[in-house]
């Protein structure tokens, strides 16, 4: 129903009304400007903080991007609040026209909640999560599983095939699973197109470390860059930490290794060669498609740091390499990587020539459209 007389753009408040039908299961109502609403959903296999506190890093980027205040039916944690305007700083710093700062309402802020002592890293049986699971192995408690980010809620083969995974790796390991399953990005932050990653992947990152608050009082979401080739990115150190609250810690993973350092650290591990899973484009379901620039690129920082590896068996094909698709961040990559190439003294001459055609051919494409 539309009040008399409002135009159809005019802007009214994002509400967010939390529910919890049992321990495992939390949910927000959200209306958005324009009658939209959205039912989300998180579950988990452990139980979960019913506070409105973990829904707002999952609304604040969105409310934003729309430019209208947002407003909380729940309790949400008082340094919760406080950080999130540090957060907002750094997103409208980064993007002052698409991301301006807007208002938060909430009913009344929880005091300052004991952190548990669970410490928790994020766990995608990509490079970068078994990176950090092996080389902080000593302080993490959990390993975060999540359905719904990477591989969407629909898709059950390939999240059945990943869970399984997931569970083998962390039992090797010797860390128990969280599991949780979302429909927040799906159902939300998709339906307003606020981008994945440059924006919005850390935020949902903390809003499900902010669920697990009463397992855990850190949670690590493992880094995609080195400090030298930081930029504005949806998961960044500064704007993690920013998802902070009282009981639960965000910390970005480790700043100072490089992609091929990470490579070079976990063909090591057995349980990683068995379980490493890059791809996300998942092409005809295939866990690592070993076509793709993530597969590709992956497979030949195995094979320069001599590792195998079980789930990307296949010989690197350097015709493979000259047909990648290549956008300007990841020529970028390519280049990184003829550059470590060099410095590491690896020799592969027809490889290197495939990358710099693949370069030339991406610029080529880029011109004249594809
Ligand atoms: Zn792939």
Redesign the pocket.
Not at 288 to 296: G, I, S, T, V, Y
């Given at each position: 129903m539309k009040a008399l007389g409002m135009k159809d753009n005019a802007p009214t408040t994002m509400s967010v009304e939390t529910f919890s039908p049992d321990p495992h299961h939390i949910g927000a109502r959200i209306r958005g400007p324009k009658a939209r609403s959205f039912t989300i959903h998180t579950e988990s296999n452990h139980s979960l903080d019913t506070s409105a506190t973990p829904w707002l890093s999952a609304v604040l980027p969105v409310a934003m991007q729309v430019k209208t205040p947002v407003d909380f039916d729940g309790d949400v944690d008082s340094v919760a609040i406080d950080n999130s305007h540090r957060a907002q700083e750094i997103l409208s710093g980064w993007h002052p026209r698409h991301y301006p700062r807007t208002t938060i309402g909430f009913r009344e802020t929880l005091t300052s909640v004991s952190p548990a002592p669970g410490v928790g890293c994020f766990f995608s049986c990509g490079v970068d999560s078994f990176y950090t699971a092996i080389n902080q192995s000593d302080r993490i408690t959990h390993l975060v599983f999540v359905h719904g980010y990477d591989i969407k809620p629909d898709d059950h083969d390939l999240a059945a095939q990943a869970l399984a995974s997931a569970r083998a790796a962390a039992g090797e390991l010797g860390k128990p699973l969280i599991e949780v399953r979302t429909t927040l990005r799906a159902e939300f932050s998709d339906s307003y197109r606020v981008p994945w990653g440059h924006i919005y992947h850390g935020a949902a990152l903390a809003h499900v470390a902010q669920a697990l608050s009463p397992h855990l009082g850190t949670v690590i979401i493992p880094s995609s860059y080195p400090s030298g080739s930081l930029k504005p990115w949806g998961s960044h150190p500064d704007l993690d930490a920013a998802w902070s609250s009282s009981g639960v810690t965000v910390e970005h993973g480790e700043l100072d290794v490089t992609r091929f350092d990470k490579i070079t650290r976990i063909v090591e591990s057995p349980t990683a060669m068995t379980y490493l899973r890059?791809?996300?484009?998942?092409?005809d379901g295939?866990y690592?498609?070993?076509?793709?620039?993530?597969?590709?690129r992956t497979r030949m920082g195995i094979t320069f740091a001599g590792g195998e590896c079980a789930t990307l068996p296949s010989p690197l094909d350097p015709q493979a390499v000259k047909r990648v698709s290549l956008n300007s961040a990841r020529r970028q990559r390519f280049r990184e990587t003829i550059a470590e190439l060099d410095r590491r003294g690896v020799h592969d001459p027809e490889l290197v020539r495939a990358m710099k055609s693949a370069i030339r051919r991406s610029y080529v494409l880029q011109r004249f459209g594809r």
């Open positions: 890059v791809c996300w484009e998942n092409r295939r690592n498609c070993e076509r793709c620039f993530k597969c590709l």
